[in-house]
């Protein structure tokens, strides 16, 4: 059997797959992302895929591999990506890998939230270009977490690690929003399920966790951004098409809301000259929320894992139910 790997990824995962003897691997061996024609190229004939969330695979892929194409692992827990429908149809089995990025991605988020509502970037260049005089009663002010309300749009697992790490900073409520309650896992910070309006209305820091869907695509947007109070700061790590950048750069030039971070941006990488990135209230990092040495490993382990299960035929360790 033969699989092919979409990118170089951490040597873990490598090493699984060329020491199990199960595929002979072909591999695009580089950290950008594989061209369309080599894509198209490289997945003909193939009985196993590992891609990327950078990798569009859509029925054009799937028709390049064939039949032959079993199995899709994907080294994401997110599959926007991946032309599910399309996938069911053709019989073709997916593993992803979630659980193992929770955690990396709730600090990241945390950690996204602090510098946006402290202004940790803007004062770094501050004191880089001279503009730091003297100790100012009012300078560099920023907003605390300490008795604040915070919603969380999508009170997944990472949602609700997220919640999990903000709760000793002393945030008074939390509130959440989704497709439906999950009182189950509220409990932990009673948290309250309201409307995506109330949400926007009461909270002082809104964190987006949910995945990308029809649903939620664009739900940000004009009328979420005129309901936050004008001292709120929006902070998403979900998927960049969750937000309407748009209305966000409205919202924030207008100082209809205070600030926000963003993990994830449409498109990805954004452009140097995207409106977003001349704003001092917007901090944007170029999605690193897993980014870490053990997580990343770990997710190529996983992946691995997945592709070979597949091909053997055997139950994955992380499998989407189509």
């Not at 994401?76 to 991946?82: A, F, N, Q, R, T």
């Not at 009170?155 to 309650?181: D, M």
């Not at 999950?182 to 964190?207: C, I, N, T, W």
């Not at 897993?290 to 894992?305: C, E, G, I």
Request: net charge neutral; charged share 20%; aromatic share 6%.
């Amino acid at each position: 059997m033969q699989a092919f790997v979409t990118r170089r990824i951490p040597r873990e995962g490598l090493a699984a797959l060329s020491q199990a003897g199960v595929c002979s691997i072909q591999q695009w061996d580089s950290d950008e992302p594989i061209p369309r024609s080599e894509l198209l190229a490289g997945v003909a004939g193939k009985h196993g895929l590992l891609c990327l969330l950078s990798d569009r695979i859509d029925k054009e892929v799937l028709d390049a591999a064939g039949s032959n194409l079993k199995i899709i692992s994907t080294l994401s827990v997110g599959v926007d990506h991946l032309a599910l429908e399309e996938i069911k149809k053709r019989g073709i089995r997916v593993g992803y890998t979630p659980d193992i990025l929770t955690d990396a991605t709730a600090e990241l988020s945390v950690a996204l939230l602090l510098a946006t509502c402290r202004r940790l970037p803007e004062s770094v260049e501050e004191v880089k270009n001279g503009g730091w005089t003297t100790w100012k009663p009012l300078w560099m002010c920023g907003y605390g977490l300490s008795d604040s309300t915070v919603g969380i749009i999508g009170l997944g697992r990472i949602g609700q690690a997220v919640a999990r790490r903000l709760k000793p900073f002393g945030v008074k409520k939390f509130l959440y929003t989704g497709s439906r309650p999950k009182p189950e896992s509220a409990v932990e910070f009673q948290a309250d399920f309201v409307p995506l309006a109330k949400l926007a209305e009461e909270s002082d820091f809104v964190v987006v966790t949910c995945s990308l869907t029809p649903d939620t695509k664009g739900m940000c947007n004009k009328d979420f951004f005129s309901r936050m109070k004008k001292t709120s700061v929006l902070i998403n790590t979900s998927r960049g098409a969750v937000v309407n950048q748009e209305d966000l750069y409205q919202a924030l030039v207008s100082g209809q809301i205070a600030a926000a971070g963003l993990d994830v941006t449409t498109p990805e990488p954004l452009p140097t000259d995207h409106p977003l990135l001349s704003l001092k209230n917007c901090v944007i990092l170029p999605h690193i929320g897993s980014a870490t040495y053990a997580t990343r490993s770990a997710m190529s382990v996983l992946s691995a894992n997945n592709l070979l299960a597949g091909l053997k035929g055997e139950n994955m360790p992380s499998e989407l139910q189509l």
